[in-house]
């Protein structure tokens, strides 16, 4: 069971107060997506994890802190667009606005994962072009990201599991394949070998849908005779 909390908070940017619901639950049981998304319950807490100022419409996992130049980009034409962008949920334009001020304060790789998580909620609304632009543009980040020097994830090969899944579930089957290749090509550790192999056959496939790190861990064992 989810129990809720709130939190009241003044928006850093605009001083404007603000009250938000805030579910208790944190733990989850099973396994994770291939794009890390986790399982239940924590799964469903996703329109908390990042909140919207009612106000000024400043986006962030905690609207009473702001880093250095929010301000100005929650100003900016391209921001204030995508805050009430028509083709996305609004729980997934709350993420994107975060994702654009996380990229334009020089953060990609903070970028990715709310762009990422914006196609989460898509996923849920059961929108699939929306959630494939997030992909897309998670994916994009992403490898912008490693032009810098940052990663997503400290294991070896997580970073590239997770582009390859990024790409297959945004329709770019062709370069989803490639890394997956470049990858099982470099000895990887034997749960990303295990990820990457499942994906060949997906993209084979052209499964475009979501699987979870334990089918692929399955997928390797013989079947029964």
């Known amino acids: 069971m989810t129990h809720l909390r709130y939190l009241s908070t003044t928006c850093a940017v605009c001083g404007e107060s603000c009250r938000f619901t805030i579910p208790e639950a944190t733990g989850s049981v099973g396994s994770r997506d291939l794009d890390t998304r ?12 990042v909140k919207r100022c009612p106000s000024c419409g400043y986006c962030a996992p905690d ?3 702001s880093p250095e130049g929010a301000a100005e980009v929650v100003k900016l034409p391209r921001y204030r667009e995508q805050l009430d962008a028509r083709r996305f949920p609004r729980v997934a334009n709350t993420f994107l606005c975060w994702s654009i001020l996380q990229e334009d304060l020089g953060a990609p790789a903070q970028a990715a994962w709310a762009s990422l998580h914006a196609a989460w909620v898509c996923d849920d609304e059961e929108d699939d072009v929306p959630a494939r632009i997030c992909r897309k543009r998670a994916a994009d980040l992403l490898r912008r990201a ?9 294991q070896e090969g997580a970073d ?4 390859a899944d990024l790409l297959r579930r945004a329709g770019r089957l062709r370069e989803a394949r490639a890394v997956v290749k470049e990858v099982l090509g470099g000895n990887p ?3 990303i070998a295990d990820i990457m192999r499942f994906q060949l056959r997906l993209i084979a496939a052209s499964d475009r849908g979501r699987h979870t790190v334990a089918e692929a861990r399955r ?4 079947k029964a005779v």
């Not at 590239?160 to 582009?163: G, P, S, T, V, Y």
């Open 38 to 49: 986790p399982p239940e319950p924590l799964r469903s807490t996703i329109y908390a994890w």
């Open 63 to 65: 609207p009473g802190k």
């Open 146 to 154: 490693w032009g810098q020097g940052d990663r997503l994830a400290v």
């Open 160 to 163: 590239e599991a997770l582009l």
């Open 189 to 191: 550790p034997p749960v």
């Open 219 to 222: 997928s390797k064992q013989p």
